[in-house]
Nanobody, 127 residues
Framework: QSRLVESGGGSLQPGGSLTLSCAAS????????IAWFRQAPGKEREWVSS????????NYADPVKGRFTISRDNDKSTAYLQMNALRHEDTTIYYC????????????????????WGQGTQVIVSS
């Protein structure tokens, strides 16, 4: 069964850094466009960042631009989200999603554009 498994969440103070991981299980992440979303209880899922299958296209939502970096290691079938200068408002559950597309440079910014997602990992930024 193909699925994604997120890890790396935790609790930390404002200004700190954290790296989230998203491992593909049951399939190889090579060839998939990937994205990170986040969702607080009772709120809609919010797009954070996307990375194309060929690694050439990246997009970031304005609230995280300059602070977060998305990356991938196809050999490890794992995607990452490096988060720096974390703020209270970054507190929520983070999800990774993946989609197989013909265009290797495709990036999507809506959850509906993706086929696979994980169970999420929680990030708490608190002083």
């Amino acid at each position: 069964q193909s699925r994604l498994v997120e890890s790396g969440g935790g609790s930390l103070q404002p200004g700190g850094s954290l790296t989230l991981s998203c491992a593909a299980s049951g399939f190889t992440l090579r060839g998939y466009g990937i994205a990170w979303f986040r969702q607080a209880p009772g709120k809609e899922r919010e797009w954070v960042s996307s990375l194309s299958a060929n690694g050439r296209n990246t997009n970031y939502a304005d609230p995280v631009k300059g602070r977060f970096t998305i990356s991938r290691d196809n050999d490890k079938s794992t995607a990452y989200l490096q988060m720096n200068a974390l703020r209270h408002e970054d507190t929520t559950i983070y999800y990774c999603e993946a989609a197989w597309k013909t265009a290797a440079d495709w990036v999507g910014t809506t959850p509906e554009a993706y086929d696979l997602w994980g169970q999420g990992t929680q990030v708490i930024v608190s002083s």
